[in-house]
T-cell receptor, first 114, second 113 residues
Framework: NAGVTQTPKFQVLKTGQSMTLQCAQDMNHNSMYWYRQDPGMGLRLIYYSASEGTTDKGEVPNGYNVSRLNKREFSLRLESAAPSQTSVYFC?????????????FGPGTRLTVT | DQQVKQNSPSLSVQEGRISILNCDYTNSMFDYFLWYKKYPAEGPTFLISISSIKDKNEDGRFTVFLNKSAKHLSLHIVPSQPGDSAVYFCAASGVSGTYKYIFGTGTRLKVLA
């Protein structure tokens, strides 16, 4: 099992460009999440999808859109990138079980907006 | 307003000694707490968790203590090893049905050989 995979690993954008970050999980999890990590800020939730067909805003959703394409895939789109969106982005997934709240994270995408 | 706080950005400990990482929270509705470990250029990995109905949970070298009256939890690592050098995040959850977490800002632990 690959777990949670993210593409790309690195990306440089110019202000105003758009891009989509891809995430896929092979653990048959219902819930998926997008976080950003900034120095001194910890991990902040951008959007999440509790189950296939549903998405909800997290703490910092402005400037982002998401699509839960199917149970496996959850993408994050930046329509018009801004320097403030320079960050490391993590996708995660979870499923109730012996540890109902454990989330599994991907390796991250490092995005720089110039 | 930071609901989950890790007030120590960094901590250095000698190999073999105890590492104690602290976390404070403000929301009494949180009912589940977790610790994650993160190495550079990798995603966070789950370490240990505790439910609000317990005050201690142990897993090998790692023990998490919860003091609900003080809204404080701590992670003890005994004995500390150089491979434990990483950033540790505490997280809290209490929004029923969504499994949303609020993360702290992290503490960088350095275990000196």
């Amino acid at each position: 099992n690959a777990g949670v995979t993210q593409t790309p690993k690195f990306q440089v954008l110019k202000t105003g460009q758009s891009m989509t970050l891809q995430c896929a999980q092979d653990m048959n999890h219902n819930s998926m999440y997008w976080y950003r990590q900034d120095p001194g800020m910890g991990l902040r939730l951008i959007y999440y999808s509790a189950s296939e067909g549903t998405t909800d805003k997290g703490e910092v959703p402005n400037g982002y859109n998401v699509s839960r394409l199917n149970k496996r895939e959850f993408s994050l789109r930046l329509e018009s990138a801004a320097p403030s969106q320079t960050s490391v982005y993590f996708c995660a997934s979870s499923q109730p079980g012996p540890r109902p709240y454990e989330q599994y994270f991907g390796p991250g995408t490092r995005l720089t907006v110039t | 307003d930071q609901q989950v706080k890790q007030n120590s950005p960094s901590l250095s400990v000698q190999e073999g000694r105890i590492s104690i990482l602290n976390c404070d929270y403000t929301n009494s509705m949180f009912d589940y707490f977790l610790w994650y470990k993160k190495y550079p250029a990798e995603g966070p990995t789950f370490l240990i968790s505790i439910s609000s109905i317990k005050d201690k949970n142990e897993d090998g070298r790692f023990t998490v203590f919860l003091n609900k009256s003080a809204k404080h939890l701590s992670l003890h690592i005994v004995p500390s090893q150089p491979g434990d050098s990483a950033v540790y995040f505490c997280a809290a959850s209490g929004v029923s049905g969504t499994y949303k977490y609020i993360f702290g800002t992290g503490t960088r632990l350095k275990v000196l050989a």
